[in-house]
């Protein structure tokens, strides 16, 4: 079985930074596939913030570039996605997700079970 636990949330002020991490369980090397963030502002759908292919490249929701950047340790097994100068905005539950694929579009297989940030002006 496939798990995903996110950590890393909390509550900080506006202008702050966060690192959330995912770490994934041995049996599925995020190595060979593709792991993503996304988060789920109240009230909203959930919404896609940052993918990472096996290859290491990185994609990001243009809303958030130049803030968020994604990236992962193999070796650890571990996505993380670094927030900097947190906006009020930002407050979110945000999930890490995998599939069993190394291409990164279409349903995502897995899914933690979200870390909650929030952010006060």
């Known amino acids: 079985q496939v798990q995903l636990v996110e950590s890393g949330g909390g509550s900080v002020q506006a202008g702050g930074s966060l690192r959330l991490s995912c770490e994934v369980s041995?049996?599925?090397?995020?190595?060979?596939?593709?792991t993503a963030w996304f988060r789920q502002i109240p009230g909203k759908a959930r919404e896609w913030v940052a993918t990472?292919?096996?290859?290491?490249?990185?994609e990001m929701e243009p809303s958030v570039k130049g803030r968020f950047t994604v990236s992962k340790d193999n070796a650890r097994n571990t996505l993380y996605l670094d927030i900097n100068s947190l906006k009020p905005g930002d407050t979110a539950m945000y999930y890490c997700?995998?599939?069993?694929?190394?291409?990164?579009?279409?349903?995502?297989?897995?899914w933690g079970q979200g870390t909650q940030v929030t952010v006060s002006s």
């Open positions: 997700a995998a599939r069993s694929s190394s291409y990164c579009y279409g349903t995502w297989h897995y």
């Open positions: 990472v292919n096996a290859d290491n490249i990185s």
């Open positions: 041995s049996g599925f090397r995020i190595a060979r596939y593709c």
